[in-house]
């Protein structure tokens, strides 16, 4: 006999107890590569660009690299960059940088031992257990930077999070920032495409922030075209972020097998060789331009030839990655909650921690993807965010609460209770039983006879109801009237300027 589910009450969210937090990793980081293999793989990159060579795809940049130095064919719009012009160029890159918030409190430090965690970005496609798996809209945007503002654990709240394709795509970048900036406080990421978006992304952000701006406010993921390729899209957005000195995430898009070859030394030394082309171009444009290393080192199913996520291989690429960003003094990117699975189901769980636990492990200090995706990188899921997020939060009191100290040894509490007693009545447990734990928000811990009475809801259907409760709980923060009105007036100007304009021809 099927038994209905309860609804549940309104419940209280155990995450909004908890407290926005600047998240540090207290130990040493994992070291994959021995230094004898760390040399190996950056001889082989430099090798790769000095003999090689990579192509960029803009004339800009071909000019940027001849008046460097670099050996240029306009005609193939290939380089050839020495070892010592590149690595000359990547040490102007900052090790560390703030990135504003625009509440103080929110303001990130990238780099170091900080990990900060963004949710999942570009997805075509929303998913939900009523919805079912559909194209993105506006409305799925706003709910998603909502879900991220709420929850604690998110460092980062706007950014290209689902594609809104009820907006025409020449417009999209103007909505998606009015919608982060009425939405959320914390943390902006953006996209730069061309040289249109990040100038329009820029302009608004100054009537935000103030003009000039105050540093980093917003950055964007600029994938490599591997193998060895920097389209005309993509160095757009290098040159004219780097001009207004906004962070650069640069990320080959390594899929061993496929766009490098099938073995992962090969494939990270590959990555290396693109990473370290573009990063170097951004200090061409602008030294000191804000950079982050972006690892994304994977490889493909054989059988299929779509991406195999979170598979030990794409460990390996973590791992070695982040050895690979502080060999050269920079900042690194690494990815959570990847998986192939097309459901939140126990695949999509443990390929998720096949990726977060090495992303913290390695010292990540951007964790993107940290929440809600699902079928490698097609959808964004409604309980698949909050899913990853209540691992996220576990991850928050694990590297931030151990403390071994007189009051945490509590050796008065052990001679107070006494052999064979109890400590749910000392005064120590009384005081601090509220906080003393991480307090999940999705994970149930009754018997089975108290889980039955409850409705038998598996984890499905209880992620299905958070964050509905999430959504409901949301408090938009405080935006002055004046930068409201200044952002409807400039989006109004420009949808007229660009809409059926192709902002790449």
Same mark, same amino acid.
């Given at each position: 006999?099927?038994?209905?589910?309860?609804?549940?009450?309104?419940?209280?969210?155990?995450?909004?107890?908890?407290?926005?937090?600047?998240?540090?990793?207290?130990?040493?980081?994992?070291?994959?590569?021995?230094?004898?293999?760390?040399? &190996?793989?950056?001889?082989?990159?430099?090798?790769?660009?000095?003999?090689?060579?990579?192509?960029?795809?803009?004339?800009?940049?071909?000019?940027?690299?001849?008046?460097?130095?670099?050996?240029?064919?306009?005609?193939?719009?290939?380089?050839?960059?020495?070892?010592?012009?590149?690595?000359?160029?990547?040490?102007?890159? $900052?090790?560390?940088?703030?990135?504003?918030?625009?509440?103080?409190?929110?303001?990130?430090?990238?780099?170091?031992?900080?990990?900060?965690?963004?949710?999942?970005?570009?997805?075509?496609?929303?998913?939900?257990?009523?919805?079912?798996?559909?194209?993105?809209?506006?409305?799925?945007?706003?709910?998603?930077? &909502?879900?991220?503002?709420?929850?604690?654990?998110?460092?980062?709240?706007? *950014?290209?999070?689902?594609?809104?394709?009820?907006? $025409?795509?020449?417009?999209?970048?103007?909505?998606?920032?009015?919608?982060?900036?009425?939405?959320?406080?914390?943390?902006?990421? =953006?996209?730069?495409?061309?040289?249109?978006?990040?100038?329009?992304?820029?302009?608004?952000?100054?009537?935000?922030?103030?003009?000039? /701006?105050?540093?980093?406010?917003?950055?964007?993921?600029? !994938?490599?075209?591997?193998? +060895?390729?920097?389209?005309?899209?993509?160095?757009?957005?290098?040159?004219?972020?780097?001009?207004?000195?906004?962070? +650069?995430?640069?990320?080959?898009?390594?899929?061993?097998?496929?766009?490098?070859?099938?073995?992962?030394?090969?494939?990270?030394?590959?990555?290396?060789?693109?990473?370290?082309?573009?990063?170097?171009?951004?200090?061409?444009?602008?030294?000191?331009?804000?950079?982050?290393?972006?690892?994304?080192?994977?490889?493909?199913?054989?059988?299929?030839?779509?991406?195999?996520?979170?598979?030990?291989?794409?460990?390996?690429?973590?791992?070695?990655?982040?050895?690979?960003?502080?060999?050269?003094? /920079?900042?690194?990117?690494?990815?959570?909650?990847?998986?192939?699975?097309?459901?939140?189901?126990?695949?999509?769980?443990?390929? =998720?921690?096949?990726?977060?636990?090495?992303?913290?492990?390695?010292?990540?200090?951007?964790?993107?993807?940290?929440?809600?995706?699902?079928?490698?990188?097609?959808?964004? =899921?409604?309980? &698949?965010?909050?899913?990853?997020?209540?691992?996220?939060?576990?991850?928050?009191?694990?590297?931030? !609460?151990?403390?071994?100290?007189?009051?945490?040894?509590?050796?008065?509490?052990?001679?107070?209770?006494?052999?064979?007693?109890?400590?749910?009545?000392?005064?120590?447990?009384?005081? !601090?039983?509220?906080?003393?734990?991480?307090?999940?928000?999705?994970?149930?811990?009754?018997?089975?006879?108290?889980?039955?009475?409850?409705?038998?809801?598996?984890? +499905?259907?209880?992620?299905?109801?958070?964050?509905?409760?999430?959504?409901?709980?949301?408090?938009?923060?405080?935006?002055?009237?004046?930068?409201?009105?200044?952002?409807?007036?400039?989006?109004?100007?420009?949808?007229?300027?660009?809409? *059926?304009?192709?902002?790449?021809?």
């Amino acid at each position: 006999m099927t038994r209905s589910r309860r609804v549940r009450a309104a419940p209280t969210i155990p995450w909004l107890n908890q407290p926005f937090r600047h998240l540090t990793n207290p130990v040493t980081p994992l070291n994959w590569v021995t230094e004898d293999g760390l040399d &190996k793989l950056h001889d082989a990159s430099m090798r790769i660009l000095e003999e090689v060579g990579m192509a960029f795809m803009d004339a800009e940049a071909l000019s940027l690299w001849e008046k460097a130095g670099a050996k240029v064919d306009h005609a193939a719009q290939h380089v050839w960059i020495d070892r010592g012009l590149l690595l000359e160029l990547v040490s102007h890159a $900052p090790p560390t940088f703030t990135w504003h918030a625009r509440h103080p409190d929110y303001s990130l430090t990238i780099g170091g031992n900080h990990i900060n965690f963004a949710p999942t970005a570009g997805m075509p496609y929303v998913s939900d257990l009523r919805g079912g798996r559909r194209t993105g809209t506006l409305a799925d945007y706003e709910n998603f930077v &909502k879900l991220a503002h709420t929850i604690p654990f998110l460092h980062f709240a706007g *950014g290209p999070l689902v594609e809104p394709q009820d907006i $025409p795509l020449s417009l999209r970048h103007l909505h998606r920032m009015r919608v982060m900036v009425h939405t959320t406080n914390k943390a902006l990421r =953006s996209v730069a495409h061309g040289r249109v978006i990040p100038e329009d992304i820029v302009a608004m952000l100054k009537l935000v922030f103030g003009d000039p /701006l105050p540093g980093v406010v917003t950055g964007a993921v600029i !994938n490599v075209t591997s193998p +060895l390729r920097l389209d005309d899209r993509m160095i757009g957005g290098i040159i004219r972020f780097a001009r207004h000195r906004q962070a +650069l995430i640069i990320t080959p898009f390594i899929m061993a097998g496929a766009t490098s070859p099938i073995t992962i030394p090969s494939a990270l030394a590959q990555q290396n060789a693109e990473a370290l082309a573009g990063i170097a171009l951004a200090q061409l444009v602008n030294p000191g331009t804000p950079v982050v290393y972006g690892g994304f080192t994977q490889n493909v199913d054989m059988r299929s030839g779509s991406p195999a996520f979170s598979s030990p291989e794409g460990v390996w690429g973590t791992l070695a990655g982040a050895q690979l960003a502080r060999r050269y003094h /920079l900042p690194y990117r690494a990815s959570g909650s990847l998986t192939n699975s097309p459901v939140p189901d126990a695949q999509a769980a443990y390929e =998720s921690q096949w990726a977060l636990w090495p992303a913290i492990l390695a010292h990540a200090n951007v964790i993107l993807h940290a929440t809600g995706m699902l079928e490698a990188m097609l959808v964004a =899921s409604y309980e &698949k965010f909050v899913m990853d997020a209540e691992a996220l939060g576990m991850f928050h009191h694990l590297l931030h !609460n151990f403390v071994i100290n007189e009051e945490t040894l509590a050796v008065h509490d052990i001679a107070e209770v006494g052999v064979g007693g109890h400590h749910f009545g000392s005064a120590r447990t009384q005081a !601090n039983y509220k906080t003393a734990f991480y307090e999940p928000a999705l994970t149930i811990r009754q018997s089975f006879e108290q889980w039955v009475s409850l409705g038998e809801q598996d984890t +499905l259907h209880r992620a299905h109801q958070l964050w509905q409760d999430l959504l409901r709980a949301y408090e938009p923060p405080p935006l002055e009237q004046s930068i409201q009105e200044a952002l409807d007036e400039f989006i109004t100007r420009r949808e007229g300027e660009l809409e *059926g304009v192709d902002l790449y021809a």
